[in-house]
């Protein structure tokens, strides 16, 4: 089985940053479980929406338009560990931000590609 644990999320002002992390874990855990992890988010009333995602081996990453050059998504591989560095935060980012794990072969942007998600992080940026 594979745990993955958000963590960093709170309340800040527009304008501020936080910093996501998303330690994965599990006594099956192996790299190629987690090939592709990704970033989503879900605000109230609304369908959980693609964020970022970057592949594990190659380090490509891909976010979507509305956070491209505020948000940068990266990696520690011997941690295990994916982060969320969020800048320049607005209040329509305000949303329940979840970790996903896909294998290989993974659309990034598509959730049905993840097989493992974590339980979530509150974000709230207050205006």
């Known amino acids: 089985q594979v745990q993955l644990a958000e963590s960093g999320g709170g309340l800040v002002q527009a304008g501020g940053s936080l910093r996501l992390s998303c330690a994965a874990s599990?006594?099956?855990?192996?790299?190629?479980?987690?090939?592709?992890m990704g970033w989503f988010r879900q605000a109230p009333g609304k369908e959980r929406e693609f964020v970022a995602a970057?592949?594990?081996?190659?380090?490509?990453?891909y976010y979507t338009d509305s956070v491209k050059g505020r948000f940068t998504i990266s990696r520690d591989n011997a941690k295990n560990t994916v982060y969320l560095q969020m800048n320049s935060l607005k209040v329509e980012d305000t949303a329940v931000y979840y970790c996903?794990?896909?294998?290989?072969?993974?659309?990034?942007?598509?959730?049905?590609?993840?097989?493992?998600w974590g339980q979530g992080t509150q974000v709230t940026v207050s205006s």
């Open positions: 970057i592949r594990w081996s190659g380090g490509n990453t």
């Open positions: 996903a794990a896909a294998g290989y072969g993974a659309t990034y942007s598509n959730q049905r590609s993840y097989d493992h």
């Open positions: 599990g006594r099956t855990l192996r790299s190629y479980m987690m090939e592709c």
